[in-house]
């Protein structure tokens, strides 16, 4: 079984934004020491891939001087080959990736610090991760993320749920098919408030689509893509997962959560850990919904620029 997962990686030595915004936050200079910041850390939701952050990413790193890996999770991207197991072992893949990159050696031997940060199943990912090895997570960033059901009857529920999305999903043999599974998709109520003026709603089921299936590609490849985002699903259900709702407040002030001011069940949840003295940070982004790094993209930077300027002061 393969289990090497794909990293994107951002250094902030290499990239230049031209503009205002560069000369407000300047990045780090050439002969800087490469362990003079954290290793930022981010993991992207259900059906996307690194791509889906690639944008909020490199600009994170240019303002912070961090270098930025982005893995590709199992069954998704270039890490489709990466048979989903469960969310404790993708934990555990990521984290070895993460060793395993040139960009986590500073200092002679010693590993870097590393910020996680990731939206929805990404974030429950960054959740596991930071659960598994405390000694190294230095900072938790959670966007729209659950974490963790606590009655078994929600569990019971997610578990159906997910077990019928993926069984269609694995049935899905034509573009049509699989067109109809993501407007099914993007329309739970989780997703409901989510969309810009300019971003419609079918536009973003097109955009996904292409993402999935690009155009051009042979409708043959369909199934092959999408039995490991399948996979994924079940192996990443809600239903399955720990209970989490502790391991942010472990972080004190470094432990954010980011949720859309319309994303009201989410939202919920930023307030329930803030609700906690240990001082779980909550950044409510008005007028977005779930996807806030989609909805609000200057919002969700600056809350991310604030996470990491307060992890390294």
């Known amino acids: 079984m393969k289990t090497k997962l794909h990293l994107h990686h951002i250094d902030p030595r290499s990239e230049r934004f031209p503009g205002p915004q560069a000369e407000r936050f300047p990045g780090p200079q050439a002969d800087e020491p490469p362990g003079a910041a954290p290793l930022l850390v981010i993991l992207h939701g259900f059906l996307g891939c690194s791509a889906d952050l690639d944008a909020v990413a490199r600009e994170a790193a240019v303002r912070s001087g961090c270098q930025a890996l982005l893995p590709d999770l199992p069954g998704h991207g270039r890490s489709a080959h990466v048979m989903p197991v469960s969310l404790g072992h993708t934990a555990t893949l990521v984290w070895d990736a993460i060793h395993a990159h040139p960009a986590a050696k500073r200092c002679g031997s010693a590993p870097a610090r590393v910020l996680l940060a990731g939206y929805s199943m990404g974030g429950r990912v960054a959740l596991a991760m930071a659960h598994a090895r405390p000694d190294v997570a230095d900072g938790l960033f959670i966007e729209s993320a659950h974490p963790g059901l606590t009655t078994a009857g929600d569990r019971r529920a997610?578990?159906?749920?997910?077990?019928?999305?993926?069984?269609?999903?694995?049935?899905?043999?034509?573009?049509?098919?699989?067109?109809?599974?993501?407007?099914?998709?993007?329309?739970?109520?989780?997703?409901?408030?989510?969309?810009?003026?300019?971003?419609?709603?079918?536009?973003?089921?097109?955009?996904?689509?292409?993402?999935?299936?690009?155009?051009?590609?042979?409708?043959?490849?369909?199934?092959?893509?999408?039995?490991?985002?399948?996979?994924?699903?079940?192996?990443?259900?809600?239903?399955?997962?720990?209970?989490?709702?502790?391991?942010?407040?472990?972080?004190?002030?470094?432990?954010?959560?980011?949720?859309?001011?319309?994303?009201?069940?989410?939202?919920?949840?930023?307030?329930?850990?803030?609700?906690?003295?240990?001082?779980?940070?909550?950044?409510?982004?008005?007028?977005?919904?779930?996807?806030?790094?989609?909805?609000?993209?200057?919002?969700?930077?600056?809350?991310?620029?604030?996470?990491?300027?307060?992890c390294i002061s």
């Open 158 to 310: 997610r578990a159906r749920h997910d077990t019928e999305m993926a069984l269609r999903l694995q049935r899905t043999t034509t573009k049509a098919d699989l067109r109809a599974f993501l407007t099914d998709w993007y329309r739970q109520s989780v997703f409901l408030h989510d969309g810009r003026p300019a971003d419609t709603f079918t536009q973003r089921v097109e955009d996904r689509l292409d993402s999935i299936l690009p155009r051009g590609a042979p409708c043959a490849d369909l199934s092959a893509r999408v039995a490991p985002l399948a996979a994924a699903l079940r192996a990443h259900s809600l239903a399955a997962q720990p209970d989490f709702w502790s391991v942010p407040h472990r972080f004190g002030g470094r432990g954010w959560y980011v949720s859309g001011s319309r994303d009201h069940r989410y939202d919920d949840v930023g307030r329930r850990l803030a609700g906690n003295p240990s001082g779980v940070h909550h950044v409510p982004v008005p007028d977005a919904g779930h996807t806030v790094h989609r909805d609000a993209p200057d919002a969700y930077l600056q809350a991310l620029q604030s996470f990491v300027t307060t």
